[in-house]
């Protein structure tokens, strides 16, 4: 039996929007019916390129009352206010990474949902896309054994020479931490389980950046949040992490993420993207690709929205809820504060780990 769409209005229409807009062409479930910017021109060009039907501010936005959904694609400053406007107005809010910029924060937002009953996820759901999903199966499969630790690393020299807008990843709520852990940490949490503690150094390297990309060229931004991230995490299963994030590293060639197990190895594709290539080495063995075992392996930046919609039908759980999303949230903060008392941060948030998707599932079985 069909499922009768949700709607959904997207608050913000920048340089993330474009995917999320298409999601509504990939799953039937969703169907974006109006857009909201600061920028009217550009809420009016996106709407105009993927066929949306009506452009408001936000504040008519939150008032339409068959928007079901508000797709929360603001700057990480706004992700908690625009979250609580939404479930004020009664509806289910997803938003970008990350959940919140402070734990106060997003612990108002899953307060709010709780009490009124709506609910309340976000990106990043590349964990969802074929190429973890796999890495999930093997390990929960054994193929590796009991898992022991892992490693992840993303490091680079920062945005300013490509972003056109480039200023917020360098203002309170930015840096690689909070702009890119979400998409490892994420991915680690579903393959290994929520974490019980962790340990922490920060360093901000260059205190101020000078943008080279258009149109803002020349512009001077001053640094507020640390450019290098370095942090080790104690799951709760027994595995013990390391993760480096960093805008201060002109080359490296550190793996992307990797799995240690008593019996083997695994290396885990980029979870920026949904496919990519898992290899295994077992008890010392050359490594060896293992084909991927599920679908969504594009850019499929939606599905997790997707599968709130479905959850909202059907009234089941979904994967890339809250108590995930705050969870990450929790580690990334707890790393900076470990740097900055100079000993472990016990977690006082834990989460489940998602459901893994059905084996086998292809691309456009979301919906089914």
Not at 34 to 51: I, P, Q, S, T, V
Not at 150 to 159: D, R, V, W
Not at 190 to 200: D, E, F, I, M, Y
Request: proline share 6%; with cysteine; aromatic share 8%.
């Amino acid at each position: 039996m069909a499922i009768k769409p949700v709607r959904v209005g997207v608050v913000g229409c920048g340089n993330i929007s474009g995917a999320y807009f298409q999601a509504s062409r990939k799953f039937r479930i969703l169907d974006i019916v109006a857009c909201a910017d600061l920028d009217a021109e550009r809420a009016k060009a996106k709407a105009a390129e993927f066929g949306v039907p009506k452009v408001c501010s936000v504040k008519d936005l939150m008032a339409d009352q068959e928007i079901e959904i508000v797709l929360n694609l603001t700057i990480p400053a706004a992700h908690a206010d625009v979250n609580l406007a939404a479930i004020k107005a009664g509806k289910c809010a997803y938003t970008e990474k990350p959940f919140a910029v402070t734990r106060g924060q997003g612990l108002k937002v899953i307060e709010a949902a709780k009490a009124t009953g709506v609910l309340v996820g976000g990106a990043p759901d590349t964990f969802m896309g074929g190429g973890i999903q796999t890495c999930r199966k093997l390990i929960d499969d054994g193929w590796i054994g009991k898992p022991v630790a892992a490693t992840a690393f993303m490091l680079c020299h920062g945005h300013e020479s490509w972003h056109p807008s480039p200023e917020f990843y360098y203002e309170r709520g930015g840096g690689p931490m909070l702009d890119m852990g979400p998409y490892y940490l994420t991915a680690l949490v579903n393959l290994l389980g929520p974490v019980r503690r962790v340990a922490g150094a920060t360093r901000i390297t260059f205190p101020e950046r000078t943008i080279t990309s258009q149109p803002k060229c020349g512009k001077k931004v001053t640094v507020e949040v640390p450019t290098h991230v370095a942090g080790v995490l104690d799951f709760e299963n027994g595995a013990i992490a390391t993760i480096v994030t960093s805008f201060d590293v002109w080359a490296h060639a550190c793996p992307i993420i990797e799995i240690y197990g008593t019996e083997g190895s695994m290396k885990v594709p980029d979870p920026n993207g949904f496919g990519g290539q898992v290899f295994v080495s077992r008890a010392g063995t050359p490594w060896g690709e293992v084909p991927l075992a599920f679908g969504y392996t594009d850019n499929n930046r939606g599905i997790g929205l997707a599968d709130m919609a479905h959850a909202l039908r059907l009234r089941r759980r979904f994967r890339p809820d809250g108590e995930l999303a705050f969870h990450v949230l929790d580690i990334m903060q707890s790393i900076h504060d470990a740097s900055d008392a100079g000993k472990h941060v016990q977690m006082k948030s834990r989460c489940d780990r998602p459901a893994p998707l059905p084996l086998g599932l292809t691309a456009g079985k979301l919906d089914e």
